[in-house]
């Protein structure tokens, strides 16, 4: 299977610690994206890449989260001096120039802070 | 600021028999894309069935059919014949112009054997 992955699933955390977590696209997509999933709610937008340039990112993304795509394949997400306000899903998804509006999601990375 | 409102927490339909769930959302732009997506329980998120905007034809796929009322801006699924697999979390999703998806809160949906 060459869907998208992510890594890793489950994250357990103390309050202030440093996290990072890795998305691995569909290989002939170029955009990538991040979503937040909190309890209860659908997910909502973090930021997109097209290639390896970072094109938007929400109001949501704080200075203490950073997120990256070296060369254009894999992405990385890091949440610096994590609180419990963090603690969700995060989602990765991927798209391909080809069909730009259908995003293909991975099976997410659940964020618990303690 | 575009927004997707999913009016029913929670549903419930008995094995084969059908269901519609709503989904509204309000919008200026013209010209966007309509997603319902499925996400089963501990398991990723699974493209049911999309619509565009300008497409007057409303989508279907095998059970998986939407009614597009576009001056209503409402974009319901119908599930017909529904399976004990069906049951999982629906998410109604808005995309324009940026490409980000604008998700609804989802409605929970079990199929009852």
């Known amino acids: 299977d060459t869907g998208v992955s992510q890594d890793p699933r489950h994250k357990i955390t103390k309050r202030g610690q440093n996290v990072t977590f890795r998305c691995d696209p569909i290989?002939?997509?170029?955009?990538l994206y991040w979503y937040r999933q909190t309890l209860g709610q659908g997910p909502e937008f973090l930021t997109y890449?097209?290639?390896?340039?970072?094109?938007?990112k929400s109001r949501l993304l704080s200075d203490r989260f950073s997120a990256e795509r070296p060369k254009g394949s894999f992405s990385t997400l890091e949440i610096q001096r994590t609180e419990q306000g963090d603690s969700a899903m995060y989602l990765c998804?991927?798209?391909?120039?080809?069909?730009?509006?259908?995003?293909?999601f991975g099976p997410g990375t659940r964020l618990l802070v303690l | 600021a575009q927004t997707v409102t999913q009016s029913q927490p929670e549903m419930s339909v008995q094995e084969a028999e059908t269901v519609t769930l709503s989904c509204t959302y309000d919008?200026?732009?013209?010209?966007?894309?309509l997603f319902w997506y499925k996400q089963p329980p501990s398991r990723q998120m699974i493209l049911v069935i999309r619509?565009?905007?300008?497409?007057?034809q409303n989508a279907t796929e095998n059970r998986f059919s939407v009614n597009f009322q576009k001056a209503a801006k409402s974009f319901s699924l119908k599930i017909s014949d529904s399976q004990l697999g069906d049951t999982a979390m629906y998410f109604c999703a808005f995309l324009s112009g940026t490409y980000k998806y604008i998700f609804g809160t989802g409605t929970r949906l079990k199929v009852l054997a």
């Open positions: 619509q565009e905007a300008y497409k007057q």
């Open positions: 998804a991927s798209s391909q120039d080809s069909n730009l509006e259908t995003q293909y």
């Open positions: 919008t200026s732009e013209s010209n966007y894309y």
């Open positions: 290989s002939e997509h170029n955009r």
């Open positions: 890449f097209q290639n390896e340039a970072q094109l938007e």
